[in-house]
């Protein structure tokens, strides 16, 4: 079963807006992990914010964490035609081996 | 260049075949995942291994198997092949068991015909 849930599923918006994607978990997590994908390549690591952090910033990422509504939202800022790519959350829960629990991914397009 | 390395890349094979995948760590990465990813499934974790042992298991196949050598290379066999098992397949290492970042190779890509 899917942990995290991200919304919206699809996303267009012009060069230069932010973007904003959100991502729904189901149990206690140990950490939370943004992943981009390129249409069928592999996935780059962003950035992972741990379960006592509640913002974190990469460039022109910045992540926040809400433990209390297990949520969580990647704002990508200025963004560019490179940016186009599927976004992904994944999860560590607390309970068991580390296993990263992906959701089903926000797939953004940049317009020029 | 995330440092894990995958291969083969692409990878056609027919119904009832066997196939292996091989995933080499990034350098001092204990830990290897395993990861199937489908149009209808989505990322679905297999398994993983820690230094040469199973540390957890997912939604894998009982016609799919894996191992870790002492080497931390990680091989990822999958037999009696079904049209449905074409997907990418990903290996995924990381330095400790947890709490770490996970690192993502290329891919296998995998098409049965």
């Known amino acids: 079963s899917q942990q995290g849930e991200e919304d919206p599923q699809a996303l267009s918006i012009q060069e230069g807006e932010n973007a904003t994607m959100n991502c729904s978990y189901k149990t206690s997590i140990n950490n939370l992990q943004w992943y981009r994908q390129n249409s069928g390549r592999g996935l780059v690591h962003l950035i992972l914010i741990r379960s006592n952090e509640r913002e974190k910033h990469s460039g022109r990422l910045r992540v926040t964490l809400d433990t209390s509504k297990k949520s969580s939202s990647l704002l990508i800022t200025a963004s560019r035609a490179a940016d186009t790519a599927s976004y992904f959350c994944a999860t560590d829960s607390i309970q068991g081996a580390q296993k990263l629990v992906f959701g089903q991914g926000t797939r953004l397009t940049i317009n020029p | 260049d995330s440092g894990v390395t995958q291969t083969p890349k692409h990878l056609i094979t027919a119904t009832g075949q066997r196939v292996t995948l091989r995933c080499s760590p990034r350098s001092g990465d204990l830990s290897v995942y395993w990861y199937q990813q489908s149009l209808d499934q989505g990322l679905q974790f297999l398994i993983q291994?820690?230094?040469?042992?199973?540390?957890a298991k997912g939604n894998i196949l009982e016609r799919f198997s894996a191992q870790q050598f002492p080497d931390l290379h990680s091989e990822l066999n999958l037999s009696s092949l079904e049209l449905g098992d074409s997907a990418l397949y990903f290996c995924?290492?990381?330095?400790?068991?947890?709490?770490?970042?996970?690192?993502f190779g290329e891919g296998s890509w995998l098409t049965v015909v």
């Open positions: 291994y820690y230094n040469g042992e199973e540390r």
């Open positions: 995924a290492s990381t330095r400790a068991d947890r709490g770490n970042t996970i690192y």
